[in-house]
Nanobody, 120 residues
Framework: QVQLVESGGGLVQAGGSLKLSCAAS????????MGWYRQAPGKQREWIAT???????RYAESVKGRFTISRDNAKNTVYLQVNSLKPEDSGVYYC??????????????WGQGTQVTVSS
């Protein structure tokens, strides 16, 4: 059974930083892509970053240059370093693992989320 547990969220001032973590109980973790998504109040959940099993990364335009996704396969953990935070970055941040080959919002495994609140 796949379990994803996020941590590291909190309240931060605009311009600040946080490091989010996601501990994953997944067999063969090193062989799967992992992703981060977020959901702001009243909005749909949106994809923000993916890291492949090989370490290649992709980002949504809204976070490119400010957020960095990484993974530690020895710890079965994926991270999201979030810098230069803006109030519009506020929301619940979710870690995701693919149920199949690819990350897909309709089929992903999800964590419970961690709240990030950015004050202006």
């Amino acid at each position: 059974q796949v379990q994803l547990v996020e941590s590291g969220g909190g309240l931060v001032q605009a311009g600040g930083s946080l490091k989010l973590s996601c501990a994953a109980s997944i067999s063969a973790f090193s062989g799967v892509a992992m992703g981060w998504y977020r959901q702001a109040p009243g909005k749909q959940r949106e994809w923000i970053a993916t890291i492949t099993s090989g370490g290649n990364t992709r980002y949504a335009e809204s976070v490119k240059g400010r957020f960095t996704i990484s993974r530690d396969n020895a710890k079965n953990t994926v991270y999201l370093q979030v810098n230069s935070l803006k109030p519009e970055d506020s929301g619940v941040y979710y870690c995701a693992a693919p149920r199949g080959t690819y990350l897909t919002q309709s089929t992903n495994y999800w964590g419970q989320g961690t709240q990030v609140t950015v004050s202006s």
